[in-house]
């Protein structure tokens, strides 16, 4: 039990001026972060330095920049506990100052140990003594019970504090990773009505979430980012950097937990016992063990989608083959490598925020965390060609996979295939987070006018727009498809966006099949998909060798895309 002269001298102020130290040293942090990725690797990049001199010197970087964001989000966390722990400790010191202050009024000592005591009176009747007795021992059972406040107190935030220690070392590794992931963990449940997650927006529009971040004060926001950073990075409606910023902890703590996992995989037994295929009992022991081989690939593909991310951190600051302009910073917008599907990855080049031109560009069939390396690709394609086409405008592609993407096939009875892309059920899954996402872009951007933007879809990606336009809340001023299986609608005139501002492409049938094969199984309303005449869509020119070629660098088909994102239609090349 905490002492009454312990809790009656402490100074909560001095755990709170500590709080501050910490979080002004995980600033300190963010900004040296920010600094050595976005200015001094982003220099050495373009510099005179090249070759494996290069390649050291920014892996050294990289490792620095590492230790200073794992040291801004442990700073946050230690923060936010010895503010938790002043505020409770505040609140137990006034109590026990109300109580002996009350006792003091009425008369009564209380000593040091806590206990109430009044001088008798000569003649006192036992009904005056029973009544200062129990009076004496009211004021001690409030006494009580605000040293139990602050015993509690301090069981409860001083494991938190043991456990925010970090290692002495510069090597921040995968287990440190895990680590800061559980103490964000372990402080939610300590932080209790302080920082909630139920008042987190749940399922709310992109202007209620605004809303709800613009009435926090700024620690309340650096808060919520410590330590719910997968909730904050995934609300659309606040700002780029802010989400940027929490999905980039997500995506280091997620790898890290991922890697320690299959670190640990024990070696894979001999599978089969004979020709007849069946498993040995060794085999199926390591399976219900580990979750299998289908376990380690899901492992595998996500662990390869993260350094595909990375590798387009790392990207910032070269050169695009087309142009002249150097890559922008990158911001990871939305980040789930266990969402349902095959993850879900969001990610801008340049900042949205403030972008003259934004093309949001949405992958299909087949495109998930594993493979996101070529779909991160188109989107650096959009920009840099979107770059040459407007110079000295602000530009911001961005790449959208957060939905359920259908898988090439998926087998039926008598070992026929049929392919799930034929399914609308995906694109009209799709599409109220589509619509979620497109109207956060216009809200951080202060309105329809803030920015003009495109949707682009490849092919199923542009059946998930159509699904997500026809219902009349598209944020979008054209839409741009390449290879489409078909839109859900039968014209140009159901979708929602002005008349004579949806552009069509797609090679003919002996490079890109994908179109007829929409027709045919009625992904298009009508029988019509976008490159029918009848369709309704402005029909552009393209020089595509397969249906994945809308997007190779230098090409007729990308320069046409890019018309239309910087709002030069002139220059668009129709058929």
Known sequence: MTSLTTLRDVKPAEFEQAADGYQAVGKAAHAAKDRITDQAMVQMRGGELKGEALTAALKRLERLSDNFHYTQVECGLIGLALNGFA????????????????????????????????????????????????????????????????????????????????????????????????????????????????????????????????????????????????????????????????????????????????????????????????????????????????????????????????????????????????????????????????????????????????????????????????????GETLWGASQVAAPGKEISTITWLDYDTPRSAVPIKDGDFIPEATDPEYAQKAAPALNQFMNGVQEVQGGPYGSHTTIVGHSYGSTAIGEASKHGDLAADDIVVAGSPGMQTGHADNLDVDKGHVWAMAGSFSVDQVPEGGRLVGLGGDRNVPTDPEFGANIMRTDTVDHSGYWREGSLSLRNQASVITGKYDEVKLD
Not at 241 to 252: G, K, Q, Y
Not at 343 to 356: E, K, L, M, Q, S
């Open 87 to 378: 505020a409770e400790l505040r609140s137990a010191q006034k109590k026990l100052n109300d109580a002996t202050g009350d006792a003091l009024s009425a008369g009564f000592t209380v000593r040091d140990d806590g206990s109430v005591h009044w001088e008798a009176t000569f003649g006192e009747v036992k009904e005056d003594a029973d009544f200062k007795r129990a009076k004496a021992q009211g004021f001690a059972d409030r006494i009580g019970d605000a040293l139990g406040d602050a015993t509690k107190a301090d069981q409860k935030w001083a494991p938190q504090l043991e456990r925010l220690k970090a290692h002495n070392d510069l090597n921040v590794s995968d287990k440190d990773w895990a680590d800061a992931h559980n103490d964000s963990l372990a402080l939610r449940k300590a932080a209790g009505d302080q920082l909630k997650a139920g008042d987190i927006p749940d399922g709310k529009s992109p202007v209620e979430n605004a809303t709800w971040w613009r009435g926090l004060t700024a620690d309340e926001r650096a808060g919520y980012v410590a330590l719910y950073p997968a909730s904050v990075g995934a609300l659309d409606g606040i700002p780029s950097d802010v989400r940027d910023d929490a999905n980039r902890t997500v995506l280091e703590e997620k790898r890290a937990k991922l890697q320690l996992e299959l670190d640990s995989f024990p070696k894979m037994p001999r599978k089969y016992q004979a020709p007849t295929s069946s498993t040995t009992d060794e085999y199926d022991e390591w399976e219900e063990k580990t979750g299998g081989e289908e376990r380690m690939k899901f492992l595998e593909g996500s662990l390869k989608g993260m350094e595909q991310i990375q590798e387009r951190f790392d990207r910032t600051g070269t050169s695009p083959e087309l142009g002249e302009s150097i890559l922008p910073q990158a911001y990871l917008l939305g980040f789930d490598p266990v969402g349902a599907g095959d993850g879900r990855v969001i990610i801008a080049n340049g900042n949205p925020d403030t972008a003259d031109h934004t093309a949001v560009y949405v992958p299909g069939t087949a495109a998930g965390l594993s493979n996101i390396g070529g779909d991160l690709a188109r």
